[in-house]
């Protein structure tokens, strides 16, 4: 179903609406007005039957009248016999002058006895020219039609305008609100009762979802930080299992295999620990730094793995990438970023960075090219790295997410590439 | 050489206990705030391991106390709480090391084997063991007099032996240890295995009288 504009829409049906009223009631008022018409012209008429009849009692010699004169009757006698002594009227034509053709006369005949022999009176009189009387009545229904239409369109718009106005702010501000925002939804006062009572529950309702997502997230943060002390204990307890004497090499290595998957539950809860503060917004305040520098520190930190899976690092340094950023949270980002790149590159494989004053990006080797929205999210992973949290790239667009002039964004260009640009 | 251990959870209070007893400390502990500060007030320690979280007060007000007694135990403190801001407050409170759970066993003997060592600075602070000495504070090696020289990353490895002689550490807990947050996946443990590779092949070449031991595929001891 097509979405039309409220404006369209109600235009719709006033237009069709009106229209119906108008015909019908065009049709009534014609109907009426003919009649009162007629009525008036037949009163006229029956006047002059009771005139003329009188006229014939004084002045016989009126029942000569046999052509239609001045006086617009004439008489024609009848012979003897029976007849209705009525009274008719109807409409007829009848050769004018003036116009030079047939025009709509209207005549009334009636049958009278005048000592003993009956005659046959007829009046004439002009009347409307029904057919003209219409064509003016529907032009003048037209005008009217087109001026109230005009005026409604006019009309609708600036009601729209005006009355419609603080809905459209509330939409406007909707649009940009987002979860989580610290720019609070701001209300607007408006007059009108029923917006008024919009945005109240609006606001109420966002308040609510503030709340909720706050406590999620929160929830999210105080979870992880109680597995901690279970995730220490079994982890300590197996470790000095370990050490017990006459365990054999099978049950060792079993016991080895408990140990390595409560790592990954210790890693995934660690990076949710970090992914929950990211969003609370945990980490302290930001400085100018110099992204570069993360880059090298990274590049050094990862340095004895680079080396041990034989990857090439070239870089590219052609500017100084400046950023309003955390310390803590830039050593993040970055640490994520290479071990991601790192991880995905087989042996041998070239790692390619490239930092200009607006942009830093980082490419490892790859065959087809990944669902550049997905990888952003949380516990998306990869399926052959069984071992990842899925949360490493979740974490860097958490941290971009929190500075507006940063955006990070992956294409696939021979390779996997992953840049972090400076926006604004 | 005595260890006061401040834990609410007894399970975790076990292990810590048990672990650090091999190591041939004597070990004393407490589970809540106020038998915590009544051992602290009594009694003297080589270390104290300090968990923030405790029930009837906080761990950090009985740092603050212990700093107050000018007592000079090392304090390490223990705790859920990983964030950068808690470790900056707990060091700046006045505690000597910050180790945040859930850790290794091998990563808390050789925390509290360094503070230990660094309380007792009495000039001389060689670590001694067989034909080898080892200046933590310089990063040198000496085997029967003559230098052996390592890297960074293979002093850390073998101080971390060395500090744990006779225990085993786990594949998982090396690679942490040396490559802290970047350790990760199965790849590292590979990884590994070729450092202690090269760091055995020194450590024989320069005949010093220790050697590192696989043990089942699960970790090494260096005995």
């Given at each position: 179903?097509?979405k039309r504009s409220l404006k369209?829409y109600t235009?719709?049906?006033?237009?069709?609406?009106?229209?119906?009223?108008?015909?019908?009631?065009?049709?009534?008022?014609?109907?009426?007005?003919?009649?009162?018409?007629?009525?008036?012209?037949?009163?006229?008429?029956?006047?002059?039957?009771?005139?003329?009849?009188?006229?014939?009692?004084?002045?016989?010699?009126?029942?000569?009248?046999?052509?239609?004169?001045?006086?617009?009757?004439?008489?024609?006698?009848?012979?003897?016999?029976?007849?209705?002594?009525?009274?008719?009227?109807?409409?007829?034509?009848?050769?004018?002058?003036?116009?030079?053709?047939?025009?709509?006369?209207?005549?009334?005949?009636?049958?009278?006895?005048?000592?003993?022999?009956?005659?046959?009176?007829?009046?004439?009189?002009?009347?409307?020219?029904?057919?003209?009387?219409?064509?003016?009545?529907?032009?003048?229904?037209?005008?009217?039609?087109?001026?109230?239409?005009?005026?409604?369109?006019?009309?609708n718009h600036f009601i729209l305008k005006k009355a419609w106005g603080p809905f459209y702010g509330l939409l406007t501000r909707l649009k940009a609100y987002q979860i989580?925002d610290k720019n609070r939804f701001e209300r607007s006062n408006t007059h009108i009762k029923e917006f008024n009572e919009l945005e109240n529950e609006l606001a109420a309702m966002i308040h609510r979802n503030e709340?909720?997502?706050?406590?999620?997230?929160?929830?999210?943060?105080?979870?992880?930080?109680?597995?901690?002390?279970?995730?220490?204990?079994?982890?300590?307890?197996?470790?000095?299992?370990?050490?017990?004497?006459?365990?054999?090499?099978?049950?060792?290595?079993?016991?080895?295999?408990?140990?390595?998957?409560?790592?990954?539950?210790?890693?995934?809860?660690?990076?949710?620990?970090?992914?929950?503060?990211?969003?609370?917004?945990?980490?302290?305040?930001?400085?100018?730094?110099?992204?570069?520098?993360?880059?090298?520190?990274?590049?050094?930190?990862?340095?004895?793995?680079?080396?041990?899976?034989?990857?090439?690092?070239?870089?590219?340094?052609?500017?100084?990438?400046?950023?309003?950023?955390?310390?803590?949270?830039?050593?993040?980002?970055?640490?994520?970023?290479?071990?991601?790149?790192?991880?995905?590159?087989?042996?041998?494989?070239?790692?390619?960075?490239?930092?200009?004053?607006?942009?830093?990006?980082?490419?490892?080797?790859?065959?087809?090219?990944?669902?550049?929205?997905?990888?952003?999210?949380?516990?998306?992973?990869?399926?052959?790295?069984?071992?990842?949290?899925?949360?490493?790239?979740?974490?860097?667009?958490?941290?971009?997410?929190?500075?507006?002039?940063?955006?990070?964004?992956?294409?696939?260009?021979?390779?996997?590439?992953?840049?972090?640009?400076?926006?604004? | 050489?005595?260890?006061?251990?401040?834990?609410?959870?007894?399970?975790?209070?076990?292990?810590?206990?048990?672990?650090?007893?091999?190591?041939?400390?004597?070990?004393?502990?407490?589970?809540?705030?106020?038998?915590?500060?009544?051992?602290?007030?009594?009694?003297?320690?080589?270390?104290?391991?300090?968990?923030?979280?405790?029930?009837?007060?906080?761990?950090?007000?009985?740092?603050?106390?212990?700093?107050?007694?000018?007592?000079?135990?090392?304090?390490?403190?223990?705790?859920?709480?990983?964030?950068?801001?808690?470790?900056?407050?707990?060091?700046?409170?006045?505690?000597?090391?910050?180790?945040?759970?859930?850790?290794?066993?091998?990563?808390?003997?050789?925390?509290?084997?360094?503070?230990?060592?660094?309380?007792?600075?009495?000039?001389?602070?060689?670590?001694?063991?067989?034909?080898?000495?080892?200046?933590?504070?310089?990063?040198?090696?000496?085997?029967?007099?003559?230098?052996?020289?390592?890297?960074?990353?293979?002093?850390?490895?073998?101080?971390?032996?060395?500090?744990?002689?006779?225990?085993?550490?786990?594949?998982?807990?090396?690679?942490?240890?040396?490559?802290?947050?970047?350790?990760?996946?199965?790849?590292?443990?590979?990884?590994?295995?070729?450092?202690?590779?090269?760091?055995?092949?020194?450590?024989?070449?320069?005949?010093?009288?220790?050697?590192?031991?696989?043990?089942?595929?699960?970790?090494?001891?260096?005995?």
């Amino acid at each position: 179903m097509q979405k039309r504009s409220l404006k369209n829409y109600t235009l719709r049906y006033f237009v069709i609406a009106i229209l119906g009223i108008i015909a019908i009631w065009a049709a009534s008022f014609y109907l009426f007005i003919i009649e009162e018409v007629y009525d008036n012209i037949d009163d006229g008429l029956k006047d002059s039957e009771i005139r003329i009849k009188n006229e014939i009692d004084k002045n016989a010699e009126i029942l000569q009248t046999d052509q239609y004169n001045l006086g617009q009757f004439r008489i024609t006698p009848l012979q003897n016999g029976d007849y209705r002594y009525a009274t008719h009227i109807y409409n007829d034509k009848m050769y004018m002058p003036y116009d030079n053709d047939d025009e709509p006369v209207r005549i009334l005949q009636n049958i009278f006895l005048h000592n003993g022999s009956p005659y046959l009176l007829e009046i004439y009189t002009s009347t409307v020219e029904e057919d003209e009387l219409l064509e003016d009545l529907l032009f003048a229904l037209m005008v009217l039609y087109c001026a109230l239409v005009i005026s409604l369109i006019l009309i609708n718009h600036f009601i729209l305008k005006k009355a419609w106005g603080p809905f459209y702010g509330l939409l406007t501000r909707l649009k940009a609100y987002q979860i989580g925002d610290k720019n609070r939804f701001e209300r607007s006062n408006t007059h009108i009762k029923e917006f008024n009572e919009l945005e109240n529950e609006l606001a109420a309702m966002i308040h609510r979802n503030e709340k909720a997502f706050e406590q999620q997230n929160q929830f999210i943060g105080n979870a992880s930080h109680e597995l901690q002390t279970p995730l220490a204990i079994v982890g300590n307890k197996l470790e000095l299992l370990m050490e017990d004497e006459g365990i054999s090499e099978d049950q060792m290595r079993k016991i080895g295999e408990i140990n390595r998957t409560l790592n990954r539950m210790k890693r995934l809860n660690k990076s949710l620990l970090t992914l929950s503060r990211i969003e609370n917004q945990q980490f302290g305040p930001m400085e100018r730094l110099v992204l570069n520098n993360f880059v090298h520190q990274g590049l050094d930190d990862f340095g004895s793995l680079i080396e041990f899976r034989e990857i090439q690092v070239s870089i590219e340094e052609d500017g100084k990438f400046e950023s309003e950023i955390n310390a803590d949270l830039g050593t993040i980002l970055f640490a994520n970023l290479f071990k991601n790149a790192i991880l995905h590159s087989p042996k041998n494989g070239t790692l390619s960075v490239r930092i200009s004053d607006t942009m830093i990006s980082i490419k490892n080797p790859g065959e087809k090219p990944l669902d550049g929205q997905k990888i952003f999210e949380r516990f998306y992973k990869d399926e052959q790295n069984e071992n990842s949290t899925g949360l490493g790239l979740a974490i860097v667009r958490s941290i971009v997410n929190l500075y507006p002039s940063l955006a990070i964004g992956y294409r696939f260009e021979n390779g996997h590439l992953f840049e972090l640009k400076k926006i604004l | 050489m005595k260890i006061l251990i401040i834990e609410d959870e007894k399970e975790l209070l076990g292990v810590l206990q048990r672990s650090l007893e091999k190591e041939g400390y004597l070990i004393e502990s407490s589970s809540d705030f106020h038998s915590a500060l009544d051992k602290i007030v009594s009694h003297e320690y080589d270390c104290i391991l300090l968990d923030i979280m405790l029930p009837g007060g906080s761990g950090l007000e009985l740092l603050s106390e212990i700093k107050k007694l000018n007592k000079d135990e090392a304090v390490i403190i223990i705790s859920a709480k990983d964030s950068i801001d808690d470790k900056v407050n707990g060091l700046e409170l006045g505690a000597d090391d910050y180790l945040a759970k859930p850790f290794h066993l091998a990563e808390l003997n050789a925390r509290v084997k360094s503070a230990i060592r660094r309380k007792n600075q009495n000039g001389n602070n060689l670590l001694n063991f067989r034909n080898i000495s080892v200046d933590p504070d310089n990063r040198t090696v000496n085997v029967e007099g003559a230098e052996l020289p390592l890297n960074r990353k293979e002093f850390d490895l073998f101080y971390y032996f060395l500090t744990n002689a006779g225990r085993l550490i786990t594949k998982t807990a090396i690679a942490e240890y040396v490559w802290g947050d970047h350790a990760e996946e199965s790849n590292n443990l590979d990884f590994v295995y070729y450092q202690i590779k090269n760091l055995r092949k020194k450590l024989n070449d320069s005949q010093a009288e220790v050697d590192i031991q696989s043990v089942y595929g699960v970790g090494y001891k260096l005995i």
